[in-house]
């Protein structure tokens, strides 16, 4: 259609340049005669019937028109026609902690009559997710019998200077990047039904940002509640589960300004190189830097957007030679799987916020670390060093997903998901770090691996979990598990986690959607 107005216009633009200068342009319009059947038409229909039927077939043509309009509005499944509503402010999804979405809204699947599916799962003598981890299979830890001494024969601690080991995982005008269209209005109430959350996993939701809006410092930040102090990490993390959840410092239901006071802490240690005061770390850089994308793209807030080109451009900057990050920024040597898993996951951030930076040599870079730790052609990852872990597997999926490296329906990718499914949601073994990750793998590969297999697991466990009651100091928050993550970030760690789980359903549209083909790449 728009070639052929542009060859209307040329045609036209030829046709004046034939007149002189100033003459005016004179057409010659031709009428044609009446013919033998007008003239019988005329004379025996009356004009009146003739309008009538006009304005019937009009108007029939509007509403056949319109109605196929908001059909192709209310499709969920082509993500990209959907239309998003604004933020509204009676919308009551955080606000209600015991009935959460809406009472009628059925889950996906019904999780109580799914098979019960148990793996074993022996103690391990070091913690998941730390370094010196084993490249091979690492077993899944047991919450009886997790070696006493959670740090021993560990020399890489989160301290107040930072994270030195596997840290916490997490990376709509309504909301003005596509990719996160999703946090608001009919568009997420679609997302989170299809996706198989339900009226619990949202009230459970609601109760957490209850508490962690609670759980928050006077000046605007948060700080964990385990052995790391970094309160750059802390505050970033805290973040991004209201983000999730569609509350920002321009929009909000009941969390705006927590969101707001978080965000303007969070800002001011922005330093002018793009790295953060009070934290020289690649963890929390990596992990504020999510907040501070995400903020800046679901509002278009050019002050937000300034912070987070800076920050990107840091993360950029403190590469190192091999494609991974140190754990102390430009200066320190190459780092590890896990590092790498949160600095893709900023710099995807920053992709959908619309920040400009060199992603196809960054990717590049980072895709040739994670080529050199994985076995199986790429379905299986290790720590620095080829290898086959649990833990690190779906970071790196993950990781290579974001930089749309591969796509679900790599067979790569379908492998890593059968190895993940060795390992699945259950009572007795509670790791959110493992979990946070291998949920977004399995949910963006979608299919019945995730609508009755994982999903209801996962979902129900969260559920099962949460502190439902108590005092405001516990009611909302989930206890701090018995990994790493519940080591040093404490039940704040867990709890964010914990949320961001949950909100897997919404939180970002894929990047690849299903048709009738198989998978096709929503965006590039």
């Known amino acids: 259609m728009a070639a052929k107005d542009e060859a209307d216009d040329k045609l036209d ?66 993500l990209t026609t959907t239309q998003v509503e604004d933020p509204k402010e009676d919308d009551k999804n955080l606000t209600n902690e015991e009935v959460g979405f809406d009472p009628d809204l059925a889950a996906a699947t019904d999780a109580k009559r799914e098979e019960n599916v148990n793996v074993e799962a022996p103690a391990t003598e070091d913690p998941v997710g730390l370094p010196d981890q084993p490249n091979e299979t690492a077993p899944m830890t047991a919450v009886a019998g997790l070696t006493p001494d959670l740090g021993a ?57 209850a508490w962690l809006a609670r759980k928050q410092l006077k000046d605007g930040s948060w700080e964990f509640d385990g052995s790391s102090k970094d309160k750059i990490a802390s505050t970033g993390l805290a973040l991004l589960p209201f983000l999730a959840a569609g509350e920002t410092h321009k929009y909000g239901t009941k969390y705006k300004d927590t969101v707001k006071r978080g965000l303007d802490w969070l800002m001011s240690r922005v330093g ?131 930089m749309q490296e591969m796509s679900p329906r790599h067979p790569a990718f379908g492998r890593g998901v059968d190895f993940l499914k060795q390992f699945p949601p259950q009572k007795g073994y509670f790791d959110m770090y493992y979990y946070y990750y291998a949920t977004q793998v399995m949910h963006f590969y979608e299919g019945p691996d995730w609508h009755k297999f994982w999903n209801p697991k996962m979902r129900d466990l969260l559920i099962d979990l949460q502190n439902k009651g108590g005092d405001d100091e516990k009611r909302g928050s989930w206890e701090k598990d018995q990994g790493f993550i519940g080591s040093q970030c404490g039940k704040l760690g867990t709890t964010c986690l914990a949320l961001l789980t949950l909100e897997v359903y919404y939180r970002h549209l894929p990047l690849y959607k299903r048709d009738n083909g198989g998978l096709a790449e929503l965006e590039r």
């Open 153 to 209: 024969g560990t020399p890489a601690e989160l301290s107040n200077t930072g994270m030195m080991a596997a840290g916490p995982g997490g990376g709509g005008s309504a909301f003005s990047v596509p990719g996160m269209a999703g946090r608001s209005g009919s568009t997420k109430d679609k997302m989170l039904k299809s996706g198989g959350g339900n009226t619990e996993s949202e009230a459970a939701v609601a109760r957490g940002l």
């Open 272 to 402: 002018s190189g793009g790295g953060f005061a009070g934290s020289n770390n690649m963890y929390a850089v990596g992990i504020a830097t999510v907040a501070l994308c995400e903020a800046a793209g679901m509002t278009k807030d050019p002050a937000v957007k300034a912070k987070a080109t800076m920050a990107v451009g840091y993360i950029v900057g403190a590469q190192g030679r091999n494609g991974s990050w140190g754990y102390s920024g430009p200066a320190s040597n190459e780092g590890d799987t896990s590092i790498v898993g949160w600095q893709v996951q900023a710099l995807a951030s920053g992709k959908l916020a619309e920040i400009k930076f060199d992603k196809d040599k960054v990717f590049k870079n980072a895709n040739k670390f994670l080529e050199s730790v994985s076995t199986d052609s790429g379905s299986k990852y290790g720590y620095t060093t080829k290898g086959a872990s649990q833990t690190l597997t779906p970071v790196g999926l993950l990781s290579r997903y974001y």
């Open 13 to 78: 633009h030829k046709t004046d340049a034939k007149a002189p200068k100033g003459a005016p342009v004179i057409r010659q319009v031709e009428v044609a005669g009446e013919d033998m059947g007008s003239r019988v038409l005329n004379r025996h229909i009356p004009a009146w019937v003739i309008s009538g039927a006009i304005h019937v077939v009009v108007i029939g043509f509007l509403v056949i028109f319109m109605s196929g309009g908001n059909e192709i509005a209310a499709n969920p499944n082509d």
